[in-house]
């Protein structure tokens, strides 16, 4: 069964500093997304993109955070300036159409 | 924006019974509704969906039922087993997916031996 790829699985960075997370969504699939957990609490949504551009972002997704396609098959998010609060799973997500997503299996972030 | 709640927070049951989860949502605009199972550090699963043009869906042991009017749906697990156990999130958006699922907080769901 095709994966949703994410990797590092565990990233730890030091408050300030630049992280990018990075996905290899299903090679068929056009929606992409990321998403966030932090411990023990819901999965929230940060962005959608479609067609190279971002289709929808929610109010976690300030001018601290961008996404990337930079190729054919990789799916990026950064975040410029790391805060305490920063420190979640991060969860990329891709689907063929606007349902069905796949969620990869994450990256903990842990901003220290 | 969407705001979507989800009860109870834990729900214990005997193996072999039958298992409800419900969930409201608040934007009469949405149209999709899928169901993710979450085991402990892995990523959520898509278990069951239901689009706003049906009423109810079903797929071996689980179901999912929506009323539009009243704006909540429902997941149903019969005949649980160990493999069961997990936490539960129920989650709506317009737009099928594409502007983003807002999640609920999660259902515990223990399935006693």
């Known amino acids: 069964e095709p994966e949703v790829t994410q990797t590092p699985s565990h990233q730890v960075t030091q408050m300030g500093q630049e992280v990018i997370l990075r996905c290899v969504p299903i090679s068929n699939h056009l929606y992409f997304y990321w998403y966030r957990q932090i411990l023990g609490q819901k999965v929230e949504f940060l962005v959608s993109f479609y067609n190279n551009e971002i289709s929808e972002k929610s109010e976690i997704f300030d001018d601290q955070f961008s996404v990337e396609r930079p190729d054919g098959s990789n799916f990026t998010l950064k975040i410029r300036s790391t805060k305490l609060e920063d420190s979640a799973m991060y969860f990329c997500a891709s689907s063929p159409t606007t349902h069905g997503y796949t969620f990869g299996s994450g990256t903990r972030l842990t901003v220290v | 924006g969407e705001n979507v709640e989800q009860h109870p927070s834990t729900l214990s049951v005997q193996e072999g019974d039958s298992a409800v989860i419900k969930c409201t949502y608040s934007d009469s605009a949405s149209n999709y509704f899928p169901w993710y199972k979450q085991e402990l550090g892995k990523r959520p699963q898509l278990i069951i969906d239901?689009?706003?043009?049906?009423g109810e869906k079903k797929d071996q042991r689980i179901a999912v039922t929506l009323n539009k009017t009243a704006k909540h749906f429902s997941l149903h697990i019969t005949e649980t087993q160990p493999e069961d156990s997990a936490v539960y999130f129920c989650?709506?958006?317009?737009?099928?997916?594409?502007?983003?699922?807002?999640f609920g907080k999660g259902t515990h769901l223990i399935i006693q031996p």
């Open positions: 239901i689009r706003s043009n049906v």
């Open positions: 989650a709506a958006s317009n737009r099928g997916g594409a502007d983003g699922l807002t």
